[in-house]
């Protein structure tokens, strides 16, 4: 998945780095905002559709980094493989609460999901992160491999945890932070990981008492009564 947002433009031309970005006004009224995104999202989905299904993504995310910043410029979107429909169309604020009437609005504002759409307004769990690999500063990461070691605070009902994976000790700093947080998202989804989770580390020797990916899912899913996305 590819993240965008105003400012990042695929592989047009950056502008020269002394000229500041114009500044993208914020809406007063997202709900406004929201509808005028769905009214330009419909006039352009003949063309976004075309450009997927001819294997150029980047022309599709090309026509929505603008309709995407009109409704808050903080905001990033991705166009990827859907899990019930064929795409999704994922609008997030990154868990900031300053954005979430934005994407609030946003989600409110959708069209129904269908066989060929799908719309998200935080990044969803992948419904089994045990099966997805990723190639981070090419050495391969297999997220089966995993470990995760879980405390819980019962009194505020979050979760401390360190990640380990066999292969962390190979990878830089930077590609080591990447490799810590990533697999927390794949399993429960930007919006529960930003509720259930506190402190996170990074485990470069496998801890005791580590678990799985999935059962680390199950045993944060299981906080509280209201746990968020991936229920």
């Not at 905001?75 to 604020?93: E, K, N």
């Not at 609030?104 to 069209?111: E, I, Q, V, Y």
């Not at 945890?161 to 947080?181: I, K, Q, S």
Request: hydrophobic share 40%; glycine share 6%.
């Amino acid at each position: 998945m590819g993240w965008f947002r105003r400012g990042n433009r695929g592989e047009q031309e950056p502008p020269d780095p002394r000229t500041p970005w114009p500044e993208q006004p914020v809406p007063d009224d997202p709900e406004a905002a929201a509808a005028e995104f769905w009214r330009t999202w419909s006039e352009l989905l003949p063309e976004i559709s075309s450009a997927l299904g001819e294997g150029e993504p980047q022309r599709a995310e090309s026509l929505l980094v603008d309709v995407v910043a009109r409704v808050h410029p903080d905001l990033q979107f991705a166009l990827d493989r859907g899990q019930r429909a064929i795409y999704a169309l994922v609008v997030s604020g990154q868990e900031d609460p300053a954005l979430r009437p934005y994407t609030d609005a946003w989600k409110a504002a959708a069209p129904p999901d269908d066989a060929i759409w799908e719309y998200h307004d935080s990044v969803p769990p992948v419904p089994d992160p045990t099966g997805v690999a990723v190639n981070l500063a090419g050495v391969r990461i297999d997220l089966a491999d995993v470990r995760v070691v879980a405390q819980v605070d019962e009194a505020e009902q979050v979760v401390d945890v360190a990640v380990h994976h066999p292969a962390l000790g190979e990878l830089t700093e930077a590609a080591r932070t990447t490799m810590t947080f990533l697999p927390l998202d794949a399993t429960l989804g930007e919006r529960l990981a930003a509720e259930r989770l506190r402190r996170v580390e990074t485990a470069v020797a496998e801890p005791a008492n580590a678990i799985g990916l999935l059962e680390f899912r199950e045993l944060v899913r299981g906080l509280g009564c209201d746990a968020g996305e991936g229920r």
